[in-house]
């Protein structure tokens, strides 16, 4: 059974950090392509950041710079490090095992988890 359990989230003002984490449970998060996600209220969700299974990062171009994915294989646990926060940043944040960056149908992921809530003002 595949559980995958966001957390870190919240409210914080422009220009601060937030790190994220997401905790994988009947899952090697380190033998797949793992990748943040967030949707905001209307919008569609969109992948921000994928790690590679040999832990290649990237990071989606409205976040370069500003956000860092990285894992700890032996925690089963995937983070986002969020750096210079931006209004337009806000949303639901989801991990997932899934390699795509920009939008993607939620249907065509295999497992979500309830994801973390960002709010920046």
């Known amino acids: 059974h595949v559980q995958l359990v966001e957390s870190g989230g919240g409210s914080v003002q422009a220009g601060g950090s937030l790190r994220l984490s997401c905790a994988a449970t009947?899952?090697?998060?380190?033998?797949?392509?793992m990748a943040w996600f967030r949707q905001a209220p209307g919008k569609e969700r969109e992948g921000v950041a994928r790690?590679?299974?040999?832990?290649?990062?990237v990071p989606a171009v409205a976040v370069k710079g500003r956000f860092t994915i990285s894992r700890d294989s032996a925690k089963k646990t995937v983070f986002l490090q969020m750096n210079s926060l931006k209004p337009e940043d806000s949303g639901m944040y989801y991990c997932a095992p899934d390699c795509r960056l920009g939008a993607v149908n939620v249907n065509s992921v295999a497992y979500w988890g309830q994801g973390t809530q960002v709010t920046v003002s």
């Open positions: 790690i590679t299974a040999q832990g290649n990062t």
């Open positions: 009947g899952y090697e998060i380190s033998k797949y392509c």
